[in-house]
């Protein structure tokens, strides 16, 4: 059965990728970082960037060999903090995948947005400790545009001749399906034809390292990294942190279709939800997360039971692991059952506001390759974790329609809802 949301009849401009783009601890090319998703394949690794000694949580999922003049002047990358040349790469190598030329559209039809929970932060308490210590003319006058949320926005319509407007978004975690979503919107509403969407992220700063090492988050298992992070299982105590960038081209299908793209997947839906029910805890039935899975099912047309697979947000956590597979269940029913849920974290790192930008990517290439990524490290599921979470090795399947899940501080809650393209029968 063809997947409903496809039905040629349904009305309205359909939206579908075109493009991607990743800078992550598991590769900076589509090749390389798929392999290591589906092979399970852990970025994690002890943190090199500053000294941990003292700490209770030292190891992280690194960069590690990029080169941001591959991307940028030898002035411009020495000018921009990790974040910015992670977010211009990413969001370059999506153009090229693409094979569109934006300079050579109506300017009004292309728009740029972008996702973060942290950047800036590295530029910020530099800024913050040369202040202190020698006064404000230290300070480098290029700290605003590292600093402020919105300059990546900015930085990468710059680099790519985007003039139709520029947006960043910053809720959490669920930044970056929230920017996938806001692009889906544009199009879908007839104010674009072409959104260049993602997210960034570059945590590893000390400063920011000590909060969340107050937050007891992360995982301690620091003699044991690539195995240290363990969703849903008896074992799990946090998340392992990450860093890096994904970035998407999403296009109208009769653009796309006009020009010859290479269609990798179509984007059928987006839906949000705010629990307002704790600073930093989920509800722990997932009510908040359920409403948002159901509006992306709303918006794309769909009944639960095509949708085949779930990239979890899966932190680790014991109140995320439980919440979340208490929504599956809540929307799911005995559906449920059936569904294949995962999560991708253990491999690439959590890497916060640019989390579900990565994951969306996961999810396109889990469905172009008919292929469902593993939760690794999950070895005894802990009570209440009763679904099909796809542990250790990678599972054939000839998916139609994927969930990408993500949560944020604050109860926000964020669900992207993809599709094969073509759906077939």
């Known amino acids: 059965m063809a997947l409903s949301s496809l039905d040629d009849s349904v009305p309205g401009r359909r939206v579908v990728v ?3 783009g990743v800078v992550s601890p ?59 040349q992670y977010e211009i790469a990413a969001a370059k190598m999506a153009v090229t995948d693409s094979g569109i030329h934006i300079t050579q559209m109506d300017q009004d039809r292309v728009g740029m947005v972008d996702a973060t929970s942290a950047s800036g932060m590295e530029s910020t308490l530099k800024a913050h400790i040369a202040y202190l210590n020698r006064g404000y003319r230290s300070m480098s006058p290029f700290t605003f545009l590292n600093a402020y949320c919105g300059g990546g926005s900015g930085e990468v319509a710059l680099e790519l001749g985007i003039k139709g407007h ?6 959490g975690s669920a930044s970056g399906n929230d920017a996938m979503g806001y692009a889906l919107s544009m199009i879908r509403g007839d104010e674009a034809d072409v959104m260049i969407a993602g997210g960034c992220e570059a945590p590893l700063v000390e400063g920011f390292w000590g909060g969340f090492c107050v937050t007891r988050v992360m995982t301690t298992r620091n003699d044991d990294p690539m195995h ?40 059928l839906g ?5 629990e307002a029910y704790h600073s930093v805890l989920p509800h722990p039935d997932g009510v908040g997360l359920s409403r948002a899975m159901e509006k992306a099912l709303r918006a794309g047309r769909l009944h639960p039971s095509e949708v085949d697979y779930i990239n979890a947000h899966g932190t680790a956590t014991e109140t995320n692991d439980l919440a979340e597979t ?22 690439t790192g959590h890497l916060l506001g640019a989390a579900g930008a990565l994951e969306s990517v996961i999810c396109v290439l889990a469905l172009e390759q008919s292929v469902i990524p593993p939760t690794i490290n999950l070895s005894s599921p802990a009570e209440g974790c009763d679904l099909d979470y796809v542990p250790q090795r990678a599972r054939p399947f000839p998916l139609r329609a994927v969930m990408n899940v993500n949560s944020g501080f604050g109860g926000k809650n964020s669900c992207l809802l993809l599709g094969r393209y073509p759906s077939g029968p």
Request: glycine residues 10%; aromatic residues 8%; proline residues 4%.
């Open 18 to 20: 075109t493009g991607m």
């Open 26 to 84: 598991n590769g900076c090319d589509l090749d390389s970082f798929w392999r290591a998703v589906r092979d399970g394949v852990s970025a994690g690794g002890p943190i090199t960037r500053f000294p941990t000694e003292g700490l209770p949580h030292r190891i992280a999922a690194e960069i590690k060999g990029f080169e941001p003049t591959r991307f940028m002047d030898a002035k411009k990358a020495k000018r921009f903090e990790k974040c910015l």
């Open 166 to 171: 520029a947006v960043t978004y910053c809720s």
């Open 228 to 267: 240290a992070m363990r969703p849903f299982d008896t074992t799990r105590d946090g998340f392992l942190m990450g860093e890096g960038a994904a970035f998407m081209v999403l296009e109208e299908l009769a653009h796309a279709l006009g020009r010859g793209a290479r269609i990798r997947a179509e984007v």
């Open 270 to 274: 987006h839906g949000r939800s705010c």
């Open 326 to 347: 208490r929504a599956i269940k809540r929307l799911f029913g005995a559906h449920a059952q059936r569904l294949a849920v995962s999560s991708t974290k253990p491999v």
